[in-house]
């Protein structure tokens, strides 16, 4: 599979750099999410708990494009904020099956938002419900809401239920960022 | 998920998330019967509790994943302690269940019932034994059997069994078919565990293998092995445990600290079969934690107690409401301790030391205090409702506690060491000579002391006797008089305000004279008589006096009052007179 096709065939058009930052919580599927939007001759079978952040780039002839992976363990999350100028747009993942810490991902995503390199910039943000397939995880809807997403009014932003073992739901969202990093910057 | 719903009884800048509450979630426990334990070895923790139920059955260990209840198991008495301990090698490193219940432990791995520890039977009253023997053999009536048992427990050194306790609780025509039902089986006498801990074995890791320690009624301590759940140390104390603390390792050197019932605390170690230290209360314990190396008691009359571990006490603090239950806050990778008090006015109080560095306020009364990681988050705290509600919270990442934001009482700087610089060896003389002149020092000082007050007694008789103060304290002429200055010089304005002070008696054939040195002032008259002085009245008399000198200095003027007929002054009055500013006229 390769999602982010379409989006490095835009990108190559503008010979521009596109940096994607990702982000959320420990354990949410960040590192799965990323290994299957890689072409699939890159993907790797074995994710492990990713310590401090991984780069990884997907470069075509003339394009590199960056998805900054970080960790998401509670002392690693003061690095997120080192990475939110240079990001043109941003992946949050929630692991929608984590019913008791959909707060303290409101409480990270609440510090983004009011972070001054993010707050007075439209970049575009996108959500993963991720782990929707788990037995009695929360509906996209419903995690937006706990989330408080629709207070979130100068940004672009799109939440989409996915399950990353499989790729379902990751084609909506990634085609979404593509559109709104386009709109950006024509 | 109601976490927004309680945000208005919480401070605005709560160092808490509220993750989860459920009001009914059909808990009943105590802080001793929680434990949070990653008890299938994927990562996450889970809430073990041992659950009393809420009539005399439905006691449940029941297992909590996340916001729901992942198992439970019936247990068959009411748990009196859970913990969760490795009690071998084996992989993965999953930990066991221990559930102290009556005489029993239940240890329970994979949540399946594995082993059932009986503790060792007691010693039966050698009586109590040959009446029911006779019972057995038909040779005495109940009624008989009764009386024989009520005499034993009466007068016996070893107490009697509970099932002899229970038949002489019977009425009358219950008694024969318990004595058929019973009397075939051997008497036992069983005491029940009071509260359970863990201690390492020999080695300090967090998965190492762990002994059991239990406190029993009976006033004893057990150490059990953790593989064969032998009895590898048996300690004997004054009084039945009620709380315990263990840490060290068995092999190496441990203390357990047991908080009993006769309000004591005893610090027992390793070498010795005795307690070692005791901490003597002013009230009775309902809480034991320790941080670190320091021991936090919560008492009875609403006070929380720090002690060293050798039984040293270092402070105490009063709380707003009695306590009713306690935990440990150890958050691990932040390197953060502190004790969770829950009191009866629904607030969880967090100390450090002795300063309150947070307050939690809740839906309810809290009964059971965990912190620690629960899920896959370090920073859980677990806490029942007294009406079996089930509340987790979740330490902010950002929160920090501030030693002095909610402290009340004594600053800290109170108690920050003064340098104090070393004695002198002057210091050190000065001492040693007043230790060894004691005696005549004081006698010095007291003789001094008696002249000074025979000189002023003197002096002041000496000055009454010649009427030299301006008020005049004679029975038959009392008067009083001041006098004032007015000018700046070389003239100045004498005013003299006389008062007769007496009720009613008017004071006749009175006069004034100056002395004054004439090289320096003069007076137009310096002598006149006065008029009558109706009592009460203010008489201010004025006259005016000049200043000859223009050097800059100036004089006493003194003012008599005189009675036409008594050789001494009724009243004397000394006038300082200010230095002439002005030129001299003349
Ligand atoms: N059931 C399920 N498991 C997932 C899903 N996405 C990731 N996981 C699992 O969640 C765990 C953590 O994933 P990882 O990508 O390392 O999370 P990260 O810490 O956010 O990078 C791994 O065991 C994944 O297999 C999903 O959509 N459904
Ligand atoms: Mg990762």
């Known amino acids: 599979m390769n999602l982010f096709h379409k989006l490095s065939n835009w990108l190559r058009l503008k010979r521009q750099e596109a940096n994607v930052l990702c982000v959320g919580l420990d354990n949410s599927g960040k590192s799965t999410i990323i290994n299957q939007l890689k072409p699939s001759s890159a993907q790797t079978q074995d994710i492990v708990p990713t310590i401090g952040f991984c780069v990884e780039k997907f470069s075509t002839s003339s394009l590199t494009f960056t998805v900054f992976d970080m960790s998401g363990q509670g002392r690693y999350r003061s690095l997120w904020e080192h990475y939110y100028r240079d990001a043109h747009a941003i992946i949050f993942v929630i692991d929608s099956g984590d019913k008791v810490r959909i707060v303290v991902a409101k409480e990270e995503l609440d510090m983004l938002l009011h972070h001054s390199d993010v707050k007075h910039r439209r970049i575009p943000i996108l959500f993963f419900a991720n782990k929707s397939d788990l037995q009695d995880s929360l509906s996209s809807v419903k995690v937006s809401q706990m989330m408080g997403l629709d207070n979130i009014k100068n940004k672009p932003w799109h939440i989409c239920a996915s399950n990353a073992l499989t790729g379902e739901g990751l084609q909506e969202g990634v085609d979404w960022l593509q559109d709104q990093i386009r709109s950006l910057k024509s | ?586």
């Open chain 2, 1 to 586: 998920m109601s976490g927004s719903e309680n945000k208005d009884i919480n401070e605005v800048n709560s160092k808490w998330l509220d993750a989860h509450y459920d009001p009914v979630a059909n808990l009943y426990t105590f802080s001793s019967c929680v434990a949070l334990a990653d008890l299938n070895g994927d990562g996450e923790s889970k809430l073990v509790v041992g659950d009393l139920g809420s009539g005399a059955s439905n006691m449940k260990l029941k297992v909590f994943k996340g916001t729901s209840l992942m198992t439970e198991n019936t247990l068959l008495d009411l748990p009196t302690g859970l913990v969760a301990f490795h009690m071998d090698q084996n992989e993965p490193r999953t930990p066991a269940i221990a559930v102290a219940s009556g005489p029993f432990i239940y240890v329970y791995k994979n949540l399946r019932p594995y082993f059932k520890f009986t503790l060792p039977p007691l010693e039966v009253n050698e009586l109590e034994q040959e009446v029911w023997s006779q019972a057995r053999e038909d040779k005495i009536d109940p009624m008989s059997l009764k009386e024989m048992l009520e005499g034993i427990r009466n007068k016996a050194q070893v107490p009697l069994s509970v099932r002899s306790l229970k038949f002489l609780m019977l009425e009358h025509q219950d008694m024969e078919s318990f004595v058929n039902m019973h009397k075939q089986q051997p008497i036992r006498r069983q005491t029940v565990i009071t509260c359970i801990g863990t201690l390492k074995k020999n080695m300090a890791d967090e998965d190492a293998v762990s002994c059991l320690v239990i406190g029993t009624e009976n006033m004893e301590i057990y150490v059990l092995d953790p593989e064969a759940f032998t009895i590898l140390s048996k300690i004997s104390l004054p009084s039945t445990p009620a709380f315990m603390d263990v840490t060290g390792q068995f092999d190496v050197e441990f203390r357990i600290t047991v908080a009993c019932r006769n309000g004591n605390i005893y610090i027992l170690r390793r070498d010795s079969k005795k307690p070692k230290y005791c901490i003597e209360l002013s009230s009775h314990a309902v809480g034991l934690v320790r941080v670190n190396k320091n021991i936090v008691v919560g008492c009875t009359q609403e006070t929380l107690h720090g002690c060293t571990q050798k039984g040293k006490k270092l402070w105490t603090t009063y709380l707003p409401a009695s306590i009713v239950t306690m935990g440990l806050m150890d958050h691990k990778s932040r390197g953060f301790q502190a004790v969770l008090v829950g009191l009866a006015n629904s607030e969880v109080h967090m100390y450090r030391d002795k300063n309150l560095v947070n307050i939690i306020k809740t839906q309810d009364v809290i009964t059971s205090i965990c912190f620690g990681k629960y899920g896959r988050e370090d920073g859980s705290l677990i806490m029942t409702t007294k009406g079996g509600g089930l509340i987790i919270k979740i330490l902010k990442r950002t929160a920090v506690f501030d030693e002095k934001d909610t402290t009340p009482g004594p600053p800290v700087a109170q108690s920050v060491k003064l340098n104090v610089p070393k004695k002198t060896k002057l210091y050190v003389d000065q001492t040693m000579r007043e230790r060894e002149n004691a005696v005549a020092m004081h006698r010095a000082f007291q003789m001094d002391l008696y002249r000074l007050r025979l000189t002023a007694a003197r002096a002041y008789v000496k000055a009454l006797e010649s009427n030299l103060t301006p008020m005049s304290s004679s029975a038959s002429e009392p008067l009083k008089m001041n006098a004032v200055v007015q000018g700046l010089g070389p003239s100045f304005k004498l005013t003299l305000n006389i008062q007769n002070t007496s009720v009613c008696r008017p004071s006749m054939n009175l006069a004034i004279s100056f002395w004054y040195d004439e090289k320096l002032y003069s007076l137009k008259t310096s002598f006149f008589k006065i008029p009558l002085l109706v009592p009460g009245l203010n008489y201010p008399i004025d006259t005016f006096v000049e200043c000859l000198s223009d050097k800059g200095i100036s004089d006493v003027i003194k003012v008599f009052v005189l009675q036409i007929g008594r050789s001494n002054p009724l009243l004397t009055a000394h006038i300082n007179m200010p230095v002439s500013e002005g030129m001299a006229l003349c």
